[in-house]
């Protein structure tokens, strides 16, 4: 059942699977030196930001 008071609980969940994806992205630009990966980690990192300010 939908509970539109809870949803708020619930953003650091999201938060925490996006910080999984950055946390990938980073190791991916240690392991293979492209710095591409660094970069979607740093877009991925401020849109989430922007999206919860």
Do not use: C, I, N, P
Request: cysteine-free.
């Amino acid at each position: 059942m939908y509970d539109e008071t809870s949803e708020w609980d619930r953003d650091g969940q999201y938060f925490h699977y996006l910080a999984k994806w950055m946390h990938a992205l980073d190791r991916m630009t240690a392991v293979s030196g492209e710095v591409r990966y660094s970069r979607w980690a740093v877009e991925l990192a401020k849109s989430a930001h922007r999206a919860v300010l």
